[in-house]
């Protein structure tokens, strides 16, 4: 039996590894010591939790160079005091980092936002996306005064974000580095796939007192 060595599979990664070793020559090229530089250090000043849509890369939206910010991505954008894979994230960017900033970052047209906004039935993650209802319910009188399905979609998308920031700033990795003068700030922002803006929701959070002033805006 003979077998295909070049299924459409093997060919879509095959292109991938070409476009890698064009752009680690062309790098190479123009920035003589940009790997050297990368693997012997790693001091990033920012934490990002992002959402995983293809459509918002950290380091693009924000110019920075790989190094420069520490990524955690899941589907909405959603910080879980159960979720392990989340908090450690948080606690190495804190305490082995010392990162001085963790954006949390939403973007309007979120599809699990949506999800969570429509009460759609997608499976496992419907789990994940209750979360995301919370935060609809909770703040339901507001959105129902908003006059079309895109206003309310947007307005979520941004009433998510401010609230996972929060949940942020009451982990107890945050609580603790304060408690210990650590200088951490916490921000909420929301990207504009129309136009690639980042936008801030509200002040950043840098002090345990500051949760409550940040809760109001999801009134």
Not at 79 to 106: F, M, R
């Amino acid at each position: 039996m003979s077998h295909d060595n070049h299924s459409p599979a093997q060919d879509e990664l095959d292109r991938l590894l070409q476009q890698n070793r064009h752009w680690a020559r062309v790098t190479a090229e123009a920035q003589p010591d940009f790997f050297t530089k990368l693997e012997s250090q790693q001091f990033p000043r920012f934490l990002w939790i992002g959402c995983s849509d293809s459509r918002v890369p950290a380091n693009q939206i924000l110019g920075l160079l790989p190094g420069e910010i520490f990524v955690h991505r899941n589907v909405a954008n959603v910080v879980v005091h159960s979720d392990l894979n989340c908090l450690s994230v948080i606690q190495y960017a804190v305490e082995v980092l010392k990162v001085e900033h963790i954006i949390v970052c939403g973007h309007y047209g979120c599809g699990g936002v949506n999800a969570a906004l429509r009460g759609q039935k997608l499976g496992l993650i419907d789990n994940w996306l209750r979360h995301v209802q919370d935060v609809y319910q909770r703040n339901q009188t507001g959105m129902f005064a908003l006059q079309d399905d895109r206003s309310r979609l947007n307005r979520l998308c941004e009433l998510n974000a401010l609230e996972q920031a929060i949940n942020v700033a009451e982990t107890t990795i945050l609580q603790d580095a304060w408690g210990c003068g650590q200088q951490i700030a916490v921000h909420a922002l929301v990207y504009d796939l129309h136009d690639g803006i980042l936008r801030r929701l509200g002040n950043g959070i840098t002090q345990p007192a500051e949760i409550e002033t940040h809760r109001l805006m999801l009134a």
